[in-house]
């Protein structure tokens, strides 16, 4: 027996309304590129998601930085990886693509500024 998903890609800015079947194998139909399709299969067995946020910052003209994953994690430590993000204040200067946090929560991904600080 098989199951139907009905997912909305998000590997481009497309947006392509995906059925994405699971049965013996995963059938990805309606997808407009290779991207949508790798991303319906991925979704089902490893739905993983980049982290973007804002971490504390002491000592720097703003008192919070953006922040991201530097590639994407399991969608299932996402709040966890949130917890460490909030419970980390960093202290300026501060370089775009610095590591952060480094291989959060033994994922091998690591924490990156998304913007330079300057300490003032």
Sequence with gaps: MS???DLICI???VGCH???TEG???LVEHAKCKR????GVKELTNPTRIVTSTMKIEGGLSSR???RTAEDIPKDKIFDCMK????????????MGD???ENVLGTGVNIVASRSMKAI
């Design 11 to 13: 590997a481009c800015p």
């Design 24 to 26: 013996s194998e995963i």
């Design 36 to 39: 949508g399709e790798a991303y």
């Design 18 to 20: 995906l059925k994405v």
């Design 65 to 67: 930085i953006p922040v």
């Design 99 to 101: 590591v952060l946090i």
């Design 84 to 95: 460490e993000i909030n419970e980390t204040t960093l202290t300026a200067p501060v370089k």
């Design 3 to 5: 199951k139907v998903h």
